[in-house]
């Protein structure tokens, strides 16, 4: 094996990739990447200009004059560091619009590749096994009940709002899945030589265990 290694992460939302890509690279010392946070921040750019949904010569144009990196665990859009502000509902709405778009996932797939080349990476999003790093030494899908995604979001929500509402939830919840597996473009699917871990009756601690134990046995 070269020194360089990727671990490739899909799943869709709220099935716990971020939290586990974070803490598996924090101990293996590898830089984390979240592609979602990219397609966040093209649609934080969208919202901002006004420009509008589809795929057209405007959208084309901005896609353009746009730069975006991820590095230090930070989205930077065109060298702004945009992390905090594209975790709010109307951003991800935003981003899954934009993101079924053809030329909004090849500049970004592009930027990703990159990434994936320079150093030993844990990448996560919805394509990464399946597009972006097909020859990634490593790669996973993780996945959970949308009931226990949705329990999980509605604990995070209620301690900052107590009238989030679970139903509301689970009903976002399997919105975006639909919107995610069934676009045209690249949607959500286990990669044929994607390991399935299913999450909802594991701690998060379990699964970064999984993930680490098998890299340091390659590393040998
Ligand atoms: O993981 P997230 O919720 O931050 O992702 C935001 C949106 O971007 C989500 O609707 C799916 C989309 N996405 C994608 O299409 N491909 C990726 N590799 C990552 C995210």
Redesign the pocket.
């Known amino acids: 094996m070269t020194d360089i290694y990727r671990i490739a992460i899909d799943g869709p ?1 709220g099935a716990g990739k971020s939290t586990v890509a974070k803490t598996v690279a924090k101990v293996l010392g590898i830089e984390y990447i979240d ?3 990219m ?2 921040a093209i649609g934080l750019k969208m919202v901002r200009l006004g420009i509008p949904f589809v795929e057209d010569e405007a959208l084309l144009k901005m896609l353009e004059e746009t730069d975006i990196d991820f590095a230090y665990g930070k989205v930077f859009l065109d060298g702004e560091d945009v992390s905090g502000l594209i975790r709010t509902n109307e951003i ?1 709405k935003a ?2 619009d934009c ?1 079924a778009f053809k030329s909004v996932r090849v500049k970004l797939v592009e930027i990703q590749q990159g990434l994936g080349k320079k150093k030993s990476i844990i990448m996560e ?4 096994c399946t597009v972006v790093l097909t020859d990634a030494e490593f790669k996973y899908f993780l996945t959970a009940s949308a009931e226990e995604r949705a329990r999980r979001r509605y604990k995070e929500l209620v301690e900052k709002d107590p009238s989030a509402d679970y139903d509301d939830i689970l009903r976002q919840i399997n919105e ?1 899945d639909y ?2 597996s069934h676009r045209e473009v690249d949607p959500l699917r286990q990669a044929e030589d994607a390991i399935l871990i299913d999450s909802s009756d594991m701690s998060i601690d379990e699964v970064v265990d999984f993930i680490v134990k098998r890299v340091e046995k390659y590393n040998g």
């Open positions: 939302s592609t979602g946070a397609y966040r991800s981003a899954s993101s999003g919805r394509d990464i975006r919107n995610d």
